[in-house]
């Protein structure tokens, strides 16, 4: 996929128009917790562990579109990280390592709708 | 013509052309990145080079591709001038002391950043062209965490996700304090260009307990209790012996920060979190009025935030849902809008934080006092699930989320946003003059007051998001020249910004007076004379 088609695509996804629910905050759906042992570095967390500490603060909260469930190309995924989009910042691989990007674009391609998200 | 004129006279005037030896420096036809005054392709070239020899080729970026993701930013740059030209990515002291001795030997500058997300202030974006990015974010250790004197010693590249995730499955009973950023940002960063959060721990750098820096030479300094060998209070005791140096190097470039002791607050029994709604726009005096005494007493000793309506729709709702493209946001409207979702023109948060005892001892006069100032004082009891209580009850202990970034789709597609951040004594008739100021001039370039004070113990930043669709090139052009309106204009009037976006630093530091600039150069000058350390940060060359 060229860069212009990956920008079209990202600019087609819809933005949300309006809180759907009056719910906001609180953790994101739940994931296996990231065990960091004191003096060491993150280790490589898993997609689910990244949509949920990452993405899913705004992705599918009334902040940002919803993005499982739409079987995004995992290029565009990966493309938009990287770069951002309006108003989602750009992930730096410091943030999202090479490695985790691989395995959530992916996933985040073929991964089911949530029903608890909402915003879109 | 002294040594400061002289390099800042060299400003911006950097070589272009990297791409024409095929070295991907993020240049290109239609916008080269320009290096560093004065530095040659071989410089560069021959430092990247050194770089990839310490860290490993994997985390060093120099191509327009890898280097993208540290120039994405919100702030008003139509000239696309705050533009890095690499970045290095170093996991270890050691390493950073290896890129400082390359750098100070090619002569090429670095920009450091921990966790990058100074959103609104420049992102990873440095102050002036042909800087590589220090990204920290690699460095992610938690060292210590101590339960008993509510202290932890970090590494710059922890997030507050991860110094949170630590202490709830150790289950340390101590809370973090965030800016509204929190998951994606970091205690150090945060700290280190003196951020606030908003429980009673929320003016961060006031609980900031001792540093270790790499200086511009590449040796390695500890302030406070942190160079006494067998010393066990570097956590405890802020002050050390002689001149207090962490405020150096805070707001600065004359170290890279590569450890941070802080102090954490103990959960208390009881955490009891109320809003003050008032109804009209011209109630600002009286809120500030009603406040300062409880903050000053510390009868309530968290940081406030006083949101007005236009800020807080602006998280949740874009503004054409508010009025039509194009009209100006006037007040009927927003106080419409509010009023539908539970909200007055001036909504403040605070919280009481004890056990049943003392918060019911306090909670009467405070009551009592707000109530004068015409303001319906609410709980959880009257609020319920209300998204907005519901953001600023996790903020105000410690809680994490990413709500207001609903901000930057306030106008089109967003993704503009620069934060003006202006101070003043925490007196009403100041808000009151700020508020009218703010507003005549947002709206003179057509742009929106959404704002929000912060209640600091005696201060208040007057927090004034600027809020612009930044696809639409005649509204950043405007959100640009808007911008230095604010700087200049409020300067005019004796307050100036308590931080600044790399937009806006030089600007922002001439009016802190040439005597102070002078300072800080001549000590920038002699810890760092070949001017490696993130040039142009708060003005300094
Ligand atoms: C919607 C929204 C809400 C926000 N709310 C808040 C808020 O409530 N409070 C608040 O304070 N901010 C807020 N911000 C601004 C900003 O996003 C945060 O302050 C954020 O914490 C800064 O980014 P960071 O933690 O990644 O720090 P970084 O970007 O890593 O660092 C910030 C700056 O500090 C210096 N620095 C960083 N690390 C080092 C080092 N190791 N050595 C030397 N110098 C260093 C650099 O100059 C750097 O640019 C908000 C932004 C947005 C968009």
Same mark, same amino acid.
């Given at each position: 996929?060229?860069?212009?088609?990956?920008?079209?695509?990202?600019?087609?996804?819809?933005?949300?128009?309006?809180?759907?629910?009056?719910?906001?905050?609180?953790?994101?759906?739940?994931?296996?917790?990231?065990?960091?042992?004191?003096?060491?570095?993150?280790?490589?967390?898993?997609?689910?562990?990244?949509?949920?500490?990452?993405?899913?603060?705004?992705?599918?909260?009334?902040?940002?579109?919803?993005?499982?469930?739409?079987?995004?190309?995992?290029?565009?995924?990966?493309?938009?990280?990287?770069?951002?989009?309006?108003?989602?910042?750009?992930?730096?691989?410091?943030?999202?390592?090479?490695?985790?990007?691989?395995?959530?674009?992916?996933?985040?391609?073929?991964?089911?709708?949530?029903?608890?998200?909402?915003?879109? | 013509?002294?040594?400061?004129?002289?390099?800042?006279?060299?400003?911006?005037?950097? $070589?272009?052309?990297?791409?024409?030896?095929?070295?991907?420096?993020?240049?290109?036809?239609?916008?080269?990145?320009?290096?560093?005054?004065?530095?040659?392709?071989?410089?560069?070239?021959?430092?990247?080079?050194?770089?990839?020899?310490?860290?490993?080729?994997?985390?060093?970026?120099?191509?327009?591709?890898?280097?993208?993701?540290?120039?994405?930013?919100?702030?008003?740059? &139509?000239?696309?001038?705050?533009?890095?030209?690499?970045?290095?990515?170093?996991?270890?002291?050691?390493?950073?002391?290896?890129?400082?001795?390359?750098?100070?030997?090619?002569?090429?500058?670095?920009?450091?950043?921990?966790?990058?997300?100074?959103?609104?202030?420049?992102?990873?974006? &440095?102050?002036?062209?042909?800087? *590589?990015?220090?990204?920290?974010?690699?460095?992610?250790?938690?060292?210590?965490?101590?339960?008993?004197?509510?202290?932890?010693?970090? =590494?710059?590249?922890?997030?507050?996700?991860?110094?949170?995730?630590?202490?709830?499955?150790?289950?340390?009973?101590?809370?973090?304090?965030?800016?509204?950023?929190?998951?994606?940002?970091?205690?150090?960063?945060?700290?280190?260009?003196? #951020?606030?959060?908003?429980?009673?721990?929320?003016?961060?750098?006031?609980?900031?307990?001792?540093?270790?820096?790499?200086?511009?030479?590449?040796?390695?300094?500890?302030?406070?209790?942190?160079?006494?060998?067998?010393?066990?209070?570097?956590?405890?005791?802020?002050?050390?012996?002689?001149?207090?140096?962490?405020?150096?190097?805070?707001?600065?470039?004359?170290?890279?920060?590569?450890?941070?002791?802080?102090?954490?607050?103990?959960? &208390? &029994?009881?955490?009891?979190?109320?809003?003050?709604?008032? #109804?009209?726009?011209?109630?600002?005096?009286?809120?500030?009025?009603?406040?300062?005494?409880?903050?000053?007493?510390?009868?309530?000793?968290?940081?406030?935030?006083?949101?007005?309506?236009?800020?807080?729709?602006?998280?949740?709702?874009?503004?054409? =849902?508010?009025?039509?493209?194009?009209?100006?946001?006037?007040?009927?409207? *927003?106080?419409?809008?509010?009023?539908?979702?539970?909200?007055?023109?001036?909504?403040?948060?605070?919280?009481?934080?004890?056990?049943?005892?003392?918060?019911?001892?306090? =909670?009467?006069?405070?009551?009592?006092?707000?109530?004068?100032?015409?303001?319906?004082? $609410?709980?959880?009891?009257?609020?319920?699930?209300?998204?907005?209580?519901?953001?600023?009850?996790?903020?105000?202990?410690?809680?994490?989320?990413?709500?207001?970034?609903?901000?930057?789709?306030?106008?089109?597609?967003?993704?503009?946003?620069?934060?003006?951040?202006?101070?003043?004594?925490?007196?009403?008739?100041?808000?009151?003059?700020?508020?009218?100021?703010?507003?005549?001039?947002?709206?003179?370039?057509?742009?929106?007051?959404?704002?929000?004070?912060?209640?600091?113990?005696?201060?208040?930043?007057?927090?004034?998001?600027?809020?612009?669709?930044?696809?639409?090139?005649?509204?950043?052009?405007?959100?640009?020249?808007?911008?230095?309106?604010?700087?200049?204009?409020?300067?005019?009037?004796?307050?100036?910004?308590?931080?600044?976006? *790399?937009?806006?630093?030089?600007?922002?530091?001439?009016?802190?007076? =040439?005597?102070?600039?002078?300072?800080?150069?001549?000590?920038?000058?002699?810890?760092?004379?070949?001017?490696?350390?993130?040039? #142009?940060?708060?003005?300094?060359?």
């Amino acid at each position: 996929m060229t860069r212009s088609m990956l920008i079209m695509l990202a600019a087609a996804l819809p933005l949300p128009a309006m809180p759907a629910l009056a719910q906001q905050g609180g953790a994101p759906a739940v994931a296996t917790p990231v065990h960091q042992a004191l003096g060491q570095v993150l280790p490589k967390r898993s997609p689910e562990q990244v949509y949920a500490k990452v993405c899913g603060y705004c992705h599918g909260r009334n902040v940002g579109p919803i993005i499982l469930g739409r079987g995004l190309p995992a290029e565009a995924v990966h493309y938009i990280v990287r770069h951002g989009q309006n108003a989602m910042p750009a992930f730096r691989p410091t943030e999202i390592t090479p490695a985790e990007l691989d395995a959530l674009s992916p996933w985040v391609s073929q991964s089911p709708a949530r029903k608890e998200e909402h915003g879109q | 013509m002294s040594l400061d004129l002289d390099r800042r006279g060299l400003l911006g005037a950097g $070589l272009a052309g990297a791409a024409s030896i095929g070295l991907g420096t993020g240049a290109s036809a239609a916008s080269p990145a320009p290096l560093a005054p004065g530095r040659s392709m071989a410089d560069f070239a021959g430092a990247m080079k050194a770089f990839r020899g310490v860290v490993g080729a994997e985390w060093v970026f120099g191509d327009e591709e890898a280097v993208a993701p540290y120039d994405k930013a919100y702030i008003p740059d &139509p000239a696309h001038r705050y533009k890095p030209v690499g970045a290095v990515c170093p996991q270890s002291l050691e390493e950073v002391q290896a890129i400082v001795r390359i750098a100070n030997q090619y002569r090429q500058p670095l920009w450091t950043v921990s966790t990058g997300k100074n959103m609104g202030y420049g992102m990873t974006s &440095p102050a002036t062209p042909g800087q *590589v990015v220090l990204d920290l974010k690699r460095m992610n250790r938690i060292l210590e965490v101590d339960a008993e004197l509510g202290t932890c010693l970090l =590494e710059p590249g922890v997030t507050y996700q991860q110094l949170k995730d630590y202490l709830d499955e150790n289950r340390i009973p101590l809370w973090i304090d965030v800016p509204t950023v929190g998951p994606i940002a970091s205690p150090v960063g945060n700290t280190l260009d003196r #951020g606030v959060g908003y429980t009673p721990y929320g003016e961060h750098f006031m609980f900031q307990c001792g540093m270790e820096v790499v200086l511009p030479s590449g040796e390695v300094m500890r302030t406070g209790m942190g160079s006494i060998k067998g010393s066990t209070a570097w956590q405890a005791f802020k002050w050390g012996y002689g001149p207090y140096l962490d405020g150096l190097f805070t707001q600065s470039n004359f170290g890279i920060v590569t450890k941070m002791g802080l102090w954490l607050m103990p959960r &208390p &029994p009881v955490y009891k979190p109320f809003m003050v709604r008032h #109804g009209e726009m011209a109630d600002v005096p009286r809120i500030i009025e009603a406040m300062r005494p409880l903050r000053v007493s510390n009868l309530v000793a968290n940081c406030n935030l006083m949101m007005s309506a236009s800020y807080q729709l602006a998280m949740f709702k874009r503004r054409n =849902e508010i009025v039509p493209d194009g009209a100006p946001l006037d007040d009927a409207s *927003v106080k419409k809008a509010a009023k539908a979702n539970g909200l007055g023109m001036w909504n403040t948060y605070f919280a009481l934080y004890g056990t049943d005892e003392t918060i019911a001892g306090v =909670e009467p006069i405070i009551r009592a006092s707000l109530s004068a100032s015409g303001g319906e004082v $609410l709980t959880a009891a009257e609020m319920g699930d209300n998204p907005w209580f519901h953001h600023h009850q996790t903020l105000m202990q410690g809680g994490l989320n990413l709500d207001e970034i609903g901000l930057l789709r306030w106008r089109g597609s967003g993704g503009g946003l620069a934060w003006f951040a202006p101070v003043a004594a925490a007196r009403g008739v100041e808000a009151e003059r700020q508020t009218a100021l703010a507003r005549q001039i947002v709206e003179s370039h057509g742009f929106d007051y959404t704002a929000a004070y912060a209640i600091g113990w005696r201060d208040l930043h007057h927090i004034i998001a600027l809020l612009f669709d930044k696809a639409d090139a005649a509204e950043h052009a405007r959100a640009d020249a808007c911008y230095k309106d604010l700087v200049v204009r409020f300067g005019a009037q004796g307050w100036a910004s308590y931080r600044t976006g *790399v937009n806006s630093m030089d600007l922002v530091a001439r009016q802190y007076g =040439e005597v102070n600039r002078r300072f800080n150069a001549t000590l920038k000058h002699a810890i760092d004379p070949n001017g490696i350390l993130s040039p #142009g940060k708060s003005g300094i060359i």
